[in-house]
């Protein structure tokens, strides 16, 4: 059983950056993909960005250039690391590896 907890959500203004980090309470080094998600009110969840155990990476169409993800498995933490923030980056900010999910991180960029 693996737990994901994520941290480094906010409100700032639009231009402004985040961190997310996602701490996992087991290895995730076994974890071949670990990705964000994000829910914005009124709509499904979608993928953000995924990285692979092999440090492969990929990104929705509307955050490239803008994000980066990346993760460290001697310390068992994916980061997303937001810049160039829009009002339409607002969410909650989920973490995933396999069937496992965190709570999520509030994230708000105010216009």
């Known amino acids: 059983q693996v737990q994901l907890v994520e941290s480094g959500g906010g409100l700032v203004q639009a231009g402004g950056s985040l961190r997310l980090s996602c701490v996992a309470s087991g290895s995730i080094f076994s974890i071949y993909l670990m990705a964000w998600y994000r829910q914005a009110p009124g709509r499904q969840r979608e993928l953000v960005a995924a990285v692979t155990s092999g440090g492969t990476t990929n990104y929705r169409d509307t955050v490239k250039g803008r994000v980066t993800i990346s993760r460290d498995n001697a310390k068992n933490t994916v980061y997303l690391q937001m810049n160039s923030l829009k009002p339409e980056d607002t969410g909650f900010y989920y973490c995933?590896?396999?069937?496992?999910w965190g709570k999520g991180a509030l994230v708000t960029a105010s216009s």
């Open positions: 995933n590896g396999n069937e496992y």
